[in-house]
C-alpha cells in the first residue's frame, strides 16, 4: 500500500515495464444499486486490495475487522477492512477490501487476482487469464 508521500517500491517503474491499472468495480456482495468504479493499480505484492475508506462506506460496505499491514517502506499501520464483490476483466471475485486513506491508490491485490483465474505474464508484463482456474 502506499502513504501520501511515501514511494511504493513494489510498483516503480522498472526500464521498459510500465505500472498496469484497470478498471475495477466494487460493490457490496450481491446488489447491483451502488458501485466504486475506478482505475486499480495491479500489485501482486499486496496480499489484500485497498480503496479510499470514504467511498467503502458510500456505497454500503462495513468494516467487519481490523488487520495490520506491512507498507512499502517497512512502516506497520492498522486498517479495517470489509468484504466486497469486486469486478474486473469481465470476471466477479469477492473478499477483503481495505478501508485505505483517502489520498491512497486504490490496490487490486494478489487474492483477487489469482481467485479471478487473472495472472500476471512475466514476459509481457500484461493481465492473461488462465483457461481454467485451478481447483486441485
Known amino acids: 500500500m502506499?502513504?501520501?508521500?511515501?514511494?511504493?517500491?513494489?510498483?516503480r517503474k522498472m526500464p521498459g515495464v510500465g505500472l498496469i491499472h484497470?478498471?475495477?468495480?466494487?460493490?457490496?456482495?450481491?446488489?447491483?444499486?451502488?458501485?466504486?468504479?475506478?482505475q486499480f493499480l495491479v500489485d501482486t505484492g499486496a496480499t489484500d486490495s485497498v480503496a479510499p475508506a470514504s467511498?467503502?462506506?458510500?456505497?454500503?460496505?462495513?468494516?467487519?475487522?481490523?488487520?495490520?499491514?506491512?507498507?512499502?517502506?517497512?512502516?506497520?499501520?492498522?486498517?479495517?477492512?470489509?468484504?466486497?464483490?469486486?469486478?474486473?476483466?469481465?470476471?466477479?471475485?469477492?473478499?477483503i477490501i481495505v478501508f485505505g486513506p483517502e489520498t491512497g491508490i486504490p490496490i487490486l491485490g494478489a487474492t483477487q487476482l489469482e481467485s479471478a483465474g487473472i495472472w500476471v505474464d512475466p514476459v509481457t508484463h500484461l493481465l492473461r487469464k488462465l483457461h481454467a482456474v485451478p481447483l486441485k
Do not use: C, W
Not at 495490520?68 to 506497520?76: K, M, N, Q
Open 55 to 95: 467511498e467503502l462506506r458510500r456505497i454500503g460496505i462495513k468494516p467487519v475487522g481490523v488487520r495490520r499491514y506491512e507498507l512499502a517502506d517497512g512502516g506497520e499501520v492498522e486498517y479495517e477492512f470489509g468484504i466486497a464483490q469486486i469486478e474486473f476483466m469481465d470476471e466477479i471475485t469477492g473478499g
Open 22 to 38: 484497470i478498471p475495477v468495480t466494487v460493490r457490496v456482495p450481491n446488489t447491483s444499486d451502488k458501485s466504486y468504479e475506478t
Open 2 to 11: 502506499q502513504e501520501s508521500g511515501h514511494s511504493d517500491r513494489r510498483t
